[in-house]
C-alpha cells in the first residue's frame, strides 16, 4: 500500500486516499507529503504544498449513532463482558 494527497480542480488538499503498490497516482494526486506547519488549507501549486489562504473549517457537529452502531456497540461491550467472566471461571476450575 501506498499512500497519496488528493486535490480538487483548485488545487486544495481533498483528502489522503491508500493505493496499492501498483497502481498508478491518479492526475488528481500526489506523493508529495503536504506540510504540516501550513496556517491554511494546503493548495498544491504542481510541486509542493503552500498556502491557500483559507481558513480550515471547524465542524462541530455531532452526529448520533445509529441503530446499528449502537447495537455493534453495546455487542462489543457484551463480548468484552463474556471474555472476562470466562477468564474469571477459568481461574476457579481446578485441572
Same mark, same amino acid.
Given at each position: 500500500?501506498?499512500?497519496?494527497?488528493?486535490?480538487?480542480?483548485?488545487?486544495?488538499?481533498?483528502?489522503?486516499?491508500?493505493?496499492?503498490?501498483?497502481?498508478?497516482?491518479?492526475?488528481?494526486?500526489?506523493?508529495?507529503?503536504?506540510?504540516?506547519?501550513? +496556517?491554511?488549507?494546503?493548495?498544491?501549486?504542481?510541486?509542493?504544498?503552500?498556502?491557500?489562504?483559507?481558513?480550515?473549517?471547524?465542524?462541530?457537529?455531532?452526529?448520533?449513532?445509529?441503530?446499528?452502531? %449502537?447495537?455493534?456497540?453495546?455487542?462489543?461491550?457484551?463480548?468484552? %463482558?463474556? %471474555?472476562?467472566?470466562?477468564? +474469571?471461571?477459568?481461574?476457579?476450575?481446578?485441572?
Amino acid at each position: 500500500m501506498k499512500l497519496a494527497y488528493q486535490y480538487d480542480t483548485d488545487g486544495l488538499l481533498v483528502a489522503a486516499v491508500y493505493l496499492e503498490d501498483q497502481d498508478p497516482i491518479p492526475a488528481s494526486c500526489t506523493a508529495v507529503v503536504p506540510n504540516t506547519n501550513l +496556517k491554511t488549507k494546503p493548495k498544491w501549486d504542481g510541486k509542493t504544498w503552500i498556502e491557500s489562504g483559507q481558513i480550515y473549517a471547524i465542524i462541530s457537529e455531532v452526529k448520533v449513532p445509529t441503530s446499528s452502531q %449502537q447495537t455493534i456497540a453495546k455487542l462489543g461491550v457484551d463480548v468484552a %463482558q463474556t %471474555q472476562q467472566m470466562i477468564a +474469571k471461571l477459568a481461574t476457579m476450575i481446578k485441572p
